[in-house]
């Protein structure tokens, strides 16, 4: 591209001889030759601009891709939580092992999958988690499993994120 242009301005007079060829003299130049090669020139600025931002955002759209698959494939249950404690995003393995009967995870309280005597855990957890920032809170409880698994003992991690204004919990659980 820059060579195409280089050699449309060496063929108006500008930017010195084509090789070869001898110039006796300058010719001279008006403004407006002036202008159109300075805007040819940023023409093609911006178009290596946009081939450069396009090239970045195809790669942040890989790395996006890959990230997705990651958390929907790790054999490692993870939620998304909000601040009260609701389930607005889960992968895989959280389905594997709560799997509730008659409904799906969306929108659902973290509560109705924990043993009764380890709901008041579970709010300490989420309270600890709205006060510690960016830090991760860890507590021991026991969730309903599935098909009949009873109540598995597990490790919830959390790390409190700022999500678009809202305040989100990343949420591991480890049995």
């Known amino acids: 591209m820059f060579e195409q242009m280089t050699e449309r301005l ?11 060829k001898r110039v006796a ?11 159109l090669a ?6 093609t600025r911006l178009q290596l601009e946009i081939e450069r931002l396009q090239k970045t955002q195809k790669e942040h759209e890989q790395s996006v891709h890959r990230l997705q698959t990651l958390y929907r494939t790790v054999p490692v ?8 404690g609701n389930i607005l995003d889960w992968n895989a393995a959280t389905k594997e ?33 709205k006060r510690r920032k960016n830090e ?19 490790q919830i991690l959390s790390v409190p994120v700022e999500s678009n204004g809202r305040l989100l919990f990343q949420t591991a659980l480890m049995d």
Do not use: F, W
């Open 10 to 20: 060496a063929k108006r007079g500008r930017g010195g001889p084509l090789p070869g």
């Open 136 to 154: 991760q809170v860890v507590s021991e409880l026991r969730i309903r499993g599935a098909r009949g698994r009873g109540l598995v003992p597990m």
């Open 25 to 35: 003299k300058p010719v001279p130049e008006s403004p407006k030759d002036v202008l």
């Open 77 to 84: 249950p993870y939620l998304l939580l909000d601040d009260k």
């Open 97 to 129: 092992l709560m799997e509730p009967k008659k409904q799906g995870l969306a929108n659902m309280p973290l509560t109705y999958l924990v043993a009764r005597g380890d709901i008041q855990i579970l709010l300490d957890h989420l309270s600890r988690c």
């Open 38 to 43: 300075e805007l040819e020139i940023e023409n």
